[in-house]
């Protein structure tokens, strides 16, 4: 039973990490949404009054917007399709009995624990260099004009790094789910005469249904923020600018404040929507 | 009870694994290949495998050039000084949440979890202008406390999944046995919380290492760590293949060893338990 005094003890233990977070999210939450009504440019004249939700239509109604929408919707899709049908098939074939299955799976995880910088930058030079990388080295191999990765396919090579990195998650999370299923009832089917093909229907994938949702939800949150990946690459040229690189450019590189917070609270609301389905599965689970 | 397996379909399991998990490992093995040998042969036509002259110059020439030494310096302090923060903070709120629950606990968790959802472009401007304000800009400190806030929700949340699997009934046992609650804390409780205070300190580290969001945007010359010294290559200059190899190779090595070792808990860690 918890007492009166032990309930104040604890009030008193998580004050610290409650007032940190509780700072962390408002102070910049509330100043985002107070330059985001302000004309705001700092390097030209600075504070120029309220303007209402100008800012809004403005930020929506530039040119660059809806190319913006467009290459965010196709990384975002791109990656999660990627990741999540190999992750499903790589799942599945880690979970067979092999020899040296441990280091297999230290070889497939690896990639994640490469920094975003390293990996978008040995894809870009030694992969995806049309003169030096390795790819147009394969190219010429089989007699193909070399790509022109970065300048000619800016989102299939972006999507081809992310996914890279991102594989490792999805394949890790579906393993474990995967490890879980009973193995009995897997043997009874295969004893009744279902076919692979038909086990991997009706039981595989319903048993995994709820651990690709998770990968879907807390991927997408990652991935509507890719920075890095968009920085050392392209730099967001040749069609290769998401919502987030643009907000950073508005904010950051033109300095247009103003605009920029109202495309920053535009992204917030984005991710919170994507994060209330995560929210409800991560609370379920919490009350079993 | 295990399934028997004809000796054939292991040996195509393993070929085909192993097959997939070496493509997938290659883009990191060639890095580390082409950081020991000369420019000259990190572009070779056709490109060398395993038989050139290896070298050690490019980590020489990196370390001369752009000081590795103090990258590396920053990118410790900076992931460990987060990581060490947050533990100390998230330690009482996770065991207070895990031991003394009330109504309000899981709302809390919830919410706290939420903080992380928050798209960091989002508060750019914010934190940037607070940097400025505060003469945080490009400074270690300023750093510190940036990533120990963006993880803190994950390293409170490792902690809480850790706490719950201890059971109630041996603090009961320990109490009956008239352990004072110093004596609980010290000698019931931390031994068996040590294992998971361990793995999220791991986890975490390896998360702040590699973040590139605020790492970019908030250090310039004095304060970058690993991820800032890498991104200064991608403006390329005449042959430099062989020491961005050795460059990301420095950069990588620690977190790859480290990573290897918390595989489990990144499943845990990153998916705040709901898958297991």
Not at chain 2, 121 to 146: A, E, M, W
């Amino acid at each position: 039973m918890a007492t009166q005094h032990s309930r104040t003890a604890a009030r008193i233990m998580m004050a610290p990490a409650v007032t940190l977070l509780l700072g962390w999210m408002l102070v910049p939450l509330i100043m985002t949404l107070y330059f985001s009504f302000k004309k705001y440019l700092p390097l030209r004249g600075g504070d120029l009054g309220w303007v209402g939700f100008d800012n809004y239509v403005r930020f929506v109604s530039s040119s660059a917007f809806w190319p913006s929408v467009t290459a965010t919707l196709i990384i975002v899709g791109g990656v999660l399709l990627i990741t999540i049908c190999f992750g499903v098939l790589l799942a599945i074939l880690l979970d067979q009995p092999m020899w040296g299955q441990g280091i297999v799976r230290i070889l497939i995880i690896a990639p994640f624990f490469v920094m975003p910088t390293v990996s978008s930058l040995v894809w870009k030079n030694m992969f995806m260099d049309p003169n030096y990388g390795l790819l147009s080295y394969l190219w010429e191999f089989f007699g193909a004009e070399p790509i022109q990765w970065m300048s000619q396919a800016a989102l299939p090579s972006i999507i081809i790094i992310v996914s890279w990195q991102w594989l490792p998650f999805a394949t890790l999370i579906l393993l474990t789910a995967i490890q879980s299923l009973d193995s009995e009832q897997l043997e009874a089917s295969e004893m009744d005469g279902a076919s692979t093909l038909r086990r991997f229907w009706h039981i595989i994938l319903p048993h995994l249904s709820r651990a690709i949702t998770v990968v879907l939800l807390i991927q997408t949150i990652f991935l509507l923020s890719i920075f890095a990946e968009i920085f050392v690459t392209t730099g967001g040229a040749f069609g290769s600018k998401t919502l987030s690189y643009l907000i950073f450019q508005r904010v950051l590189e033109s300095q247009n404040v103003g605009l920029g917070s109202a495309g920053g609270v535009y992204a917030i609301i984005l991710a919170n929507i994507v994060a209330i389905f995560l929210m409800r599965i991560v609370g379920k689970n919490l009350d079993n | 009870m295990a399934r028997a397996v004809s000796s054939r379909r292991k040996s195509i399991n393993t070929a085909l694994a192993w097959g997939i998990g070496l493509i997938i490992f290659f883009p990191i093995l060639w890095t580390i290949l082409t950081s020991f040998k000369t420019e000259g042969q990190a572009i070779a036509d056709p490109p060398v495998f395993l038989f050139f002259d290896w070298t050690l110059e490019n980590y020489s020439i990196v370390q001369d050039r752009s000081d590795y030494m103090r990258y590396l310096w920053n990118s410790v302090i900076i992931a460990g000084g987060s990581t060490l923060l947050g533990i100390i903070i998230a330690v009482p709120a996770a065991w207070s949440m895990a031991f003394v629950p009330s109504k309000r606990t899981k709302d809390i968790l919830m919410w706290m979890l939420s903080t992380k959802m928050l798209p960091a472009v989002g508060v750019l401007y914010p934190i940037y202008l607070l940097f400025i304000k505060l003469g945080l800009l490009d400074s270690l400190f300023g750093l510190v406390i940036v990533l120990m806030l963006i993880n803190l929700p994950i390293i409170i949340w490792m902690l809480y999944t850790y706490f719950k699997e201890i059971p109630g009934e041996i603090l009961e046992a320990a109490r009956m046995d008239g352990a004072s609650l110093k004596s609980e804390i010290l000698y019931v409780l931390t031994p068996m919380a040590i294992p998971g205070i361990a793995s999220t300190i791991l986890l975490n580290v390896i998360l702040a290492w590699n973040e590139a969001f605020w790492t970019l945007n908030l250090t310039a010359a004095k304060a970058g760590p690993l991820t800032a010294f890498i991104a200064s290559y991608s403006s390329p200059e005449g042959l430099f293949y062989a020491k961005l190899s050795a460059a990301s190779t420095m950069a990588i090595a620690p977190i790859l060893i480290l990573g290897w070792f918390s595989q489990k808990q990144l499943v845990r860690g990153l998916t705040f338990g709901a898958v297991k």
